[in-house]
């Protein structure tokens, strides 16, 4: 099974909407990453939360991370026809060395 | 400073032929990683090199599949004799440090024919 699974698997929202996904992951973590990925295009990392942090902020975007459920969330506030793309969170940890990707949100914000 | 440089971008190769994928990694990057995604799927972890050292390979398919990161030049992924099953998208990334972002590439697509 997959190390971090994204929910949901598929989203779509109005311009100006706020856009949440969640992840959720197995074993134990050092930390956990958010990435997006444009269609056909290499991952752009979005932000980093570590396994002692609880919240995260990087302009529009917002991170949580609780380890007890082993779940994090990503919140794109004001969302913009350019926000949409596939986010993946990725974690690493648990003695692997690369990171553990799941299957993606894809994201489409209607104009 | 360049990012995570790629080449090439598209390689097409018929069933049985060699395939080499380059990784040029951001400058003062040591870690270099490699991974595969396959349509519709999240990318999974190969193999993480440092310089001329393979540190974890767990990743890699047993047969065909090779990687190096000599001490000059860039990383090499080698796909010997390869297979339909072998079409993906193949990204590296380098990261400075351990515990820190690692920066990806744009990726090789790997079409077999």
């Known amino acids: 099974s997959q190390q971090g699974e994204e929910d949901p698997q598929a989203l779509s929202i109005q311009e100006g909407e706020n856009a949440t996904m969640n992840c959720s992951y197995k074993?134990?973590?050092?930390?956990l990453q958010w990435y997006r990925q444009n269609s056909g295009r290499g991952l752009v990392h979005l932000i980093l939360?570590?396994?002692?942090?609880r919240e995260k902020h990087s302009g529009r975007l917002r991170v949580t991370l609780d380890t007890s459920k082993k779940s994090s969330s990503l919140l794109i506030t004001a969302s913009r026809a350019a926000d949409t793309a596939s986010y993946f969170c990725?974690?690493?940890?648990?003695?692997?060395?690369?990171?553990?990707f799941g299957k993606g949100t894809h994201l489409i914000i209607q104009p | 400073n360049a990012g995570v440089m790629q080449n090439p971008r598209h390689l097409v190769r018929r069933r049985g032929q060699e395939a080499r994928l380059r990784c040029s990694p951001m400058?003062?990057?040591?870690?270099v990683y490699w991974y595969r995604q396959l349509p519709e799927e999240g990318l999974k972890f190969m193999v993480y090199?440092?310089?001329?050292?393979?540190?974890?390979e767990s990743g890699m398919p047993k047969e065909r599949f090779s990687a190096e990161f000599p001490k000059e030049g860039p990383s090499i992924l080698r796909i010997q004799q390869v297979v339909r099953g072998d079409s993906a998208a193949y990204f590296c990334?380098?990261?400075?440090?351990?515990?820190?972002?690692?920066?990806f590439g744009p990726g090789t697509r790997l079409t077999v024919t």
């Open positions: 990725a974690t690493i940890g648990g003695g692997a060395d690369g990171l553990t």
């Open positions: 074993t134990s973590i050092n930390n």
């Open positions: 939360i570590r396994s002692n942090e």
């Open positions: 400058k003062g990057h040591s870690h």
């Open positions: 090199l440092q310089k001329e050292n393979i540190i974890d």
């Open positions: 990334a380098s990261q400075m440090g351990r515990e820190v972002e690692q920066y």
